[in-house]
C-alpha cells in the first residue's frame, strides 16, 4: 500500500482566492512525482472551476466559505470542493454543457471539470451547499503502457 497524505483549506468565497486555491492544490499534487506539467495544469484548471463557481453562485452573500480537502492515496489525488450555500436544485441540468444560470457566463465549468478529471461526483441540496469530488491519477508513460502488452 501507498503513502497517504491529506490536507485541508478553508477561506472565504472571494475571487482574490481562486488562484491561491490553484496554486496550493498544484503543489499538493505535485507530491506525485509522475503528473506530468499538463496534468498538473489540468489540475489547477479544475481547481479553479470549482472554487470559481462557489465565489460566483455559492452565496447569496459575501463572506461564505469554501472549504478544499485533498489526499493522496496509492498515487491517486482526491480534491473535493465544498461549501454551505444555496446549493443546486438540479444537478444533473447543472452538468450540462453550456447551462447556466446567469446570462453573462458561458455554463461550461461541470464540463471542463469532467473533462479534465478521471472521475467527477457533484452533490448538492438546496440551502445546504455543493460538494465536488474530482479524482486524477497519472497517466502511463509510454514505457509503462508497452510493459503491460498496451
Same mark, same amino acid.
Given at each position: 500500500? #501507498?503513502?497517504?497524505?491529506?490536507?485541508? @483549506?478553508?477561506?472565504?468565497?472571494?475571487?482574490?482566492?481562486?488562484?491561491?486555491?490553484?496554486?496550493?492544490?498544484?503543489?499538493?499534487?505535485?507530491?506525485?512525482?509522475?503528473?506530468?506539467?499538463?496534468?498538473?495544469?489540468?489540475?489547477? @484548471?479544475?481547481?479553479?472551476?470549482?472554487?470559481?463557481?462557489?465565489? @460566483?453562485? #455559492?452565496?447569496?452573500?459575501?463572506? #461564505?466559505?469554501?472549504?478544499?480537502?485533498?489526499?493522496?492515496?496509492? $498515487?491517486? @489525488?482526491?480534491?473535493?470542493?465544498?461549501?454551505?450555500?444555496?446549493?443546486?436544485?438540479?444537478?444533473?441540468?447543472? %452538468?450540462?454543457?453550456?447551462?447556466?444560470?446567469?446570462?453573462?457566463?458561458?455554463?461550461? $465549468?461541470?464540463?471542463?471539470?469532467?473533462?479534465?478529471?478521471?472521475?467527477?461526483?457533484?452533490?448538492? %441540496?438546496? #440551502?445546504? $451547499?455543493? %460538494?465536488?469530488?474530482?479524482?486524477?491519477?497519472?497517466?502511463?508513460?509510454?514505457?509503462?503502457?508497452?510493459?503491460?502488452?498496451?
Amino acid at each position: 500500500m #501507498g503513502t497517504t497524505n491529506h490536507m485541508t @483549506l478553508e477561506f472565504p468565497a472571494i475571487a482574490q482566492n481562486v488562484e491561491f486555491a490553484r496554486v496550493a492544490v498544484a503543489c499538493f499534487a505535485s507530491q506525485i512525482d509522475s503528473f506530468t506539467m499538463e496534468e498538473i495544469d489540468d489540475i489547477k @484548471l479544475i481547481v479553479s472551476e470549482a472554487v470559481s463557481n462557489v465565489v @460566483l453562485h #455559492g452565496y447569496d452573500n459575501p463572506g #461564505g466559505l469554501v472549504r478544499v480537502h485533498g489526499s493522496i492515496e496509492d $498515487g491517486i @489525488l482526491t480534491i473535493t470542493v465544498e461549501d454551505t450555500g444555496r446549493g443546486i436544485p438540479d444537478v444533473e441540468q447543472a %452538468r450540462q454543457p453550456a447551462f447556466t444560470t446567469s446570462p453573462d457566463r458561458m455554463g461550461m $465549468g461541470f464540463t471542463i471539470m469532467e473533462a479534465l478529471s478521471d472521475q467527477l461526483d457533484v452533490t448538492s %441540496r438546496p #440551502g445546504a $451547499g455543493v %460538494r465536488v469530488t474530482m479524482k486524477k491519477a497519472p497517466r502511463m508513460t509510454g514505457s509503462e503502457e508497452h510493459e503491460r502488452g498496451a
